[in-house]
């Protein structure tokens, strides 16, 4: 049995449907604030929860656990830093010390695959030259956002743990900015978003300078980084930290290949356009993901091309409706916003 955390999510849900194509039975708990995307299997146990509300009956029979739940973004984060913390660090904290306890109880082997973040890394990018350091694990890691913070926060939590523990095997995968369709789809990464843009207006716009670089990841990718994490020898992963990462773009790069890849294959014209009025943060990390491969021999192979496509069409399909840009759904912090307040006034 399998734990997934966070199952019902942009990552978890495509995640959960190719474990049980593998054929392993899954457990997952999520709150399902954006719903159910799973139908009925007979392998899958769904448990609706708050990652904060840890059980130890979660982890009946389990052998290994994916901890994906909690915030996983800078404006969810900053909207409630209480929450932000609760979630990505303490629960986090609680489950893997239930893990733990419980690996060492039944002296075997529990592997933990921890969801963390590329933004780990940070460089100050002042000026429209942005010239920055490319960034490896062994790298200094500096967070100074909310978001970022708590995730290595969380990876130190359960190094200690670790270091208790020696059956308890974390592992934390530290993706770049996440792409491409999914169940539970978002439109408030930067690649789906401009696919959106240029869906309904023909036009990106690129904030500040554009300079900054983001390391970019297909959501299949991820899916197949996690897999291949749950069965790597433990000698190889046990407490390291591994970047999953496919290219860096910097961000107008990025814009006038999305618009590149809609002329081409779409025969759409969309114009790109700089407003340098507006301020985009100096957030600018440049990250490299050798040392999955070179280890264990896993590359991210899936760009930028054949997701574009896929929301493209997706979108003209009207899978997401008429307008999707004006639906909470697929953006994290207003459904945040909405359920927060829905929350509170019950």
Same mark, same amino acid.
């Given at each position: 049995?399998?734990?997934?955390?966070?199952?019902?999510?942009?990552?978890?849900?495509?995640?959960?449907?190719?474990?049980?194509?593998?054929?392993?039975?899954?457990?997952?708990?999520?709150?399902?604030?954006?719903?159910?995307?799973?139908?009925?299997?007979?392998?899958?146990?769904?448990?609706?929860?708050?990652? $904060?509300?840890?059980?130890?009956?979660?982890?009946?029979?389990?052998?290994?656990? /994916?901890?994906?739940?909690?915030?996983?973004?800078?404006?969810?984060?900053?909207?409630?830093?209480?929450?932000?913390?609760?979630?990505?660090?303490?629960?986090?904290?609680?489950?893997?010390?239930?893990?733990?306890?419980?690996?060492?109880?039944?002296?075997?082997?529990?592997?933990?695959?921890?969801?963390?973040?590329?933004?780990?890394?940070?460089?100050?990018?002042?000026? &429209?030259?942005?010239?920055?350091?490319?960034?490896?694990?062994?790298?200094?890691?500096?967070? @100074?956002?909310?978001?970022?913070?708590?995730?290595?926060? &969380?990876?130190?939590?359960?190094?200690?743990?670790?270091?208790?523990?020696?059956?308890?095997?974390?592992?934390?995968?530290? %993706?770049?900015?996440?792409?491409?369709?999914?169940?539970?789809?978002?439109?408030?990464?930067?690649?789906?978003?401009?696919?959106?843009?240029?869906?309904?207006?023909?036009?990106?716009?690129?904030?500040?300078?554009?300079?900054?670089?983001?390391?970019?990841?297909?959501?299949? =990718?991820?899916?197949?980084?996690?897999?291949?994490?749950?069965?790597?020898?433990?000698? %190889?992963? $046990?407490?390291?930290?591994?970047?999953?990462?496919?290219?860096?773009?910097?961000?107008?790069?990025?814009?006038?290949?999305?618009?590149?890849?809609?002329?081409?294959?779409?025969?759409?014209?969309?114009? /790109?356009?700089?407003?340098?009025?507006? =301020?985009?943060?100096?957030?600018?990390?440049?990250?490299?993901?050798?040392?999955?491969? @070179?280890?264990?021999?896993? $590359?991210?192979?899936?760009?930028?091309?054949?997701?574009?496509?896929?929301?493209?069409?997706?979108?003209?399909?009207? $899978?997401?409706?008429?307008?999707?840009?004006?639906?909470?759904?697929?953006?994290?912090?207003?459904?945040?916003?909405?359920?927060?307040?829905?929350?509170?006034?019950?």
């Amino acid at each position: 049995m399998i734990l997934v955390t966070g199952g019902a999510g942009y990552i978890g849900s495509p995640l959960v449907r190719e474990l049980l194509a593998l054929g392993e039975r899954i457990r997952v708990v999520d709150r399902l604030w954006f719903g159910n995307p799973f139908s009925d299997h007979e392998r899958l146990e769904l448990i609706q929860a708050d990652i $904060r509300d840890c059980d130890a009956a979660w982890l009946d029979s389990v052998s290994a656990v /994916v901890h994906l739940a909690g915030l996983s973004n800078d404006p969810t984060a900053d909207f409630a830093p209480e929450l932000n913390s609760e979630s990505n660090v303490l629960a986090t904290r609680r489950l893997a010390r239930a893990v733990a306890e419980k690996s060492a109880r039944e002296n075997k082997e529990i592997r933990f695959l921890f969801a963390s973040t590329c933004s780990v890394y940070y460089t100050s990018s002042e000026g &429209a030259d942005v010239n920055v350091e490319k960034m490896v694990e062994e790298s200094p890691t500096a967070p @100074t956002a909310n978001y970022s913070k708590t995730k290595r926060l &969380a990876e130190i939590e359960l190094s200690r743990i670790a270091e208790q523990y020696p059956s308890f095997c974390p592992v934390f995968l530290r %993706k770049g900015t996440v792409f491409g369709l999914s169940p539970r789809m978002r439109f408030d990464l930067v690649v789906n978003a401009f696919t959106l843009h240029a869906w309904r207006s023909r036009l990106l716009t690129v904030h500040g300078h554009g300079e900054a670089w983001r390391p970019l990841l297909h959501v299949r =990718d991820a899916v197949d980084a996690y897999i291949h994490l749950l069965w790597a020898p433990r000698e %190889k992963i $046990r407490g390291d930290a591994f970047n999953i990462v496919h290219k860096n773009y910097r961000v107008l790069e990025l814009a006038h290949w999305v618009a590149e890849l809609l002329k081409q294959h779409r025969d759409v014209d969309v114009h /790109v356009k700089r407003d340098r009025s507006a =301020d985009n943060g100096t957030r600018s990390y440049y990250v490299i993901g050798e040392k999955i491969t @070179t280890r264990l021999g896993f $590359r991210a192979e899936r760009g930028t091309t054949e997701a574009v496509l896929a929301i493209w069409d997706a979108l003209e399909q009207g $899978r997401f409706g008429d307008e999707p840009e004006k639906d909470p759904r697929y953006f994290n912090i207003q459904w945040m916003k909405n359920n927060l307040l829905k929350e509170v006034a019950a």
